[in-house]
């Protein structure tokens, strides 16, 4: 997960880095291609803009693409890693002067992730790093202080190509102090034809690559409630998860809603530890 979540650090790079190759008041589409290249460069996978870009520098710093997409290296999917309607940034002006970039509000519109894994189980989010690209200014830095999802959307792929999973209607806020974390989310996302309460969080990595993962998703009106709490490992090779699942469960035929002046409705309390890969 977090080696996914660098491509809004290597975005946020490229468009920085671009504004000092390129003269002010021009047509930023006409410089499409300079975007694509070094964010290209900067994440090792192919970046394409479909769509317009809109940038202004004054007062605030501010930049739009439309129909951002970010390669799959594996192809098996025939979708791409990431791609998004359109991506939308406005950076802090103290934070660069600082040689830190800081995006104090970054807004994406239907941003879909295609996860997927090959017959040795490694997955499509490994092996994406950041490497310096050319351009002459490359911050030290890269904060997400406020990433609005609208519509977003998650699909999981096993080796033959086959959905086994899909999470959509992601609508919330990530955050994330730095490209390494520790990342955060607190939102709504919907599968198994409900809307559920989610929220999870990670550390900064270790020196093996191992972070720690938190997650509870609670079901829409209904006192269901999981809960995730453990590590995870090898993220770049064949990730592992170790840790703890807990669920509170609806007894079923019993009343979502509390009646008034009665106990709440009985539960089912599970708990389990767990390890995934």
Do not use: C
Not at 208 to 216: E, M, R, S, T
Not at 238 to 246: D, E, H
């Amino acid at each position: 997960m977090n080696n996914g979540l660098l491509f809004l650090g290597g975005l946020l790079v490229a468009i920085f880095a671009a504004l000092f190759a390129v003269p002010n008041f021009i047509d930023w589409n006409s410089y499409r291609g300079v975007f694509e290249e070094e964010a290209s460069k900067l994440l090792s996978r192919d970046v394409r803009v479909g769509g317009n870009v809109n940038l202004k520098i004054l007062p605030v710093p501010y930049v739009r693409f439309e129909k951002v997409r970010i390669a799959s290296v594996s192809g098996q999917t025939g979708q791409p890693f990431i791609r998004a309607d359109s991506f939308t940034m406005w950076l802090s002006v103290p934070a660069m002067l600082r040689g830190v970039l800081e995006a104090s509000q970054i807004e994406l519109e239907k941003p879909v992730l295609s996860l997927s894994v090959d017959d040795q189980g490694v997955g499509n989010w490994s092996k994406i790093e950041l490497r310096a690209g050319d351009l002459p200014f490359v911050p030290r830095d890269v904060a997400l202080k406020s990433v609005q999802i609208t519509d977003g959307a998650v699909s999981i792929y096993n080796a033959a190509s086959a959905q086994i999973a899909a999470v959509d209607g992601i609508n919330g806020v990530f955050s994330a102090d730095g490209i390494r974390g520790p990342f955060r989310f607190n939102g709504l996302a919907s599968w198994a034809e409900a809307v559920h309460d989610v929220k999870f969080a990670t550390d900064v990595p270790a020196s093996d690559g191992a972070f720690a993962l938190k997650l509870a998703a609670r079901t829409d009106r209904s006192p269901n409630v999981l809960t995730l709490d453990g590590r995870v490992f090898n993220v770049n090779e064949k990730a592992t998860f170790k840790g703890r699942w807990t669920g509170k469960f609806q007894v079923p035929g019993s009343p979502t809603v509390e009646p008034k002046g009665k106990a709440p409705p009985p539960l089912i309390d599970l708990r389990s530890d767990v390890t995934a890969d």
